[in-house]
């Protein structure tokens, strides 16, 4: 697993830098303090507070998203330290990823938005893999400091209160760091694409045509629409975060639950649910990296629509005449 | 019966989300499933567009859980 999440990781050399940067910026934003809250048993809702440096109260998710970012930092640039024409092992895993990611966006967003903005998403998606995963392996959340007696019959599901490690996106400041990281990003692809009339307009104005007394209510009808989807606009950060968060919060509690179901079963039952986590960290990953790029492209279409439009009529017409085949 | 309801307590808000939001998921999935059948050479696009709009449903029952307030 460890050697796996080695490679796991993003870039050619092009995109790396800002990549990293990017790293760097999650990485500080989710220094803010703990989200207040608290519950007996269970994970949780709070990550506990491991040390203070100076002022910064550094708390268990920070650390693992610190050493997430610096394995993937890391593996990456091991892995493209000797470029070679035809790729070999660890460069070989880092451009097939990228590439297919690449390639994975530009079908959704249209080459030339893909082009712009893949340093974010591509990040985002394999930042958001890395600790979802590293959040299950062993030790993650069970090696740590308790203030609870063990308590002989049930040695599996001895509650550890402190952990040296959590989930990073097990903490709401983690994902809500990435979700208003994307926020202000889309904010500034939508000005750059549209302008801030443009802008505007795509959000307030009428579209389509439309005569006399009708062309006026229509100006009322989408102001009106307008507002709602300026409600909804500003809704996306929280229910990205949330729905994240949630995810994996769910995820491990889930996991702690199931260790104690049964004492003695404790070792055997959380398997399946290991196996449908990794499957859940793959699904938020693609999720979060999905819904944030068609966010962008909705809001970018405007100018690219004829381009767009080319590539979907490939796409289209491809399908159709294979579903005409049949 | 009334009196039984009246003894309700605890989350049902958000039982209710999840119930809403499994049936939700459920109609995604089968009329995904559907049209995959019905074009195949379409799938990737349909698998997008499903795991979005399911993304999206199932965004419901986060809010219930953690903007709701429970009693």
Known sequence: MIALLHRRSTSTAGNAARIFAL?????????????????GGGLPPDAPVLFNIGPLPVNNSMVVTWIVAAVVIIGVQRAMRRKQEVPLGGQNFVEWLVDGLHGFLSQ?????????????????????LATN?????PGVGTIGFSSQEVEGSRVFTHHVEKPLFRGANADLNMTSAMA??????????????????????????????????????MIVIFAIVGVLEVVSILFRPVSLSFRLYGNVYAGETMLESMQGLVPWLGWLIPVPFYFMELLVGLVQALVFM????????????HHEEHRHDE?????????????DAH | MLSILAQLTGNLHIGLAALGAAIGVGIIGMKAAEATGRNPGAAGDIRNIAII?????????????????GQ
């Open chain 2, 53 to 69: 709009l399911a993304a999206l449903v199932e965004g419901i029952v986060f809010f219930a859980i953690f903007l709701a307030k």
């Open chain 1, 108 to 128: 959704i967003m249209g080459r030339d938005l893909a082009k712009n903005t893949f340093w974010f998403f591509g990040t985002i998606f394999l930042f958001i």
């Open chain 1, 180 to 217: 208003v990281t994307f926020f202000f990003w889309w904010v500034i692809w939508a000005l750059k694409s549209n302008g801030p009339v443009g802008f505007f307009k795509h959000i307030f104005a009428p579209k389509g045509k439309s005569e006399g007394v009708m062309k006026v209510m």
């Open chain 1, 23 to 39: 790293v760097f910026v999650f990485v500080f934003v989710t220094s803010g303090q703990a989200f207040a809250g608290g519950e």
């Open chain 1, 311 to 323: 590539h979907g009529d490939d796409h289209g017409h491809g399908g159709e005449k294979k579903a």
């Open chain 1, 133 to 137: 995963w590293a959040a299950l392996l």
């Open chain 1, 290 to 301: 999905l819904l944030t790029s068609v966010f962008t492209l909705l809001i970018c279409e």
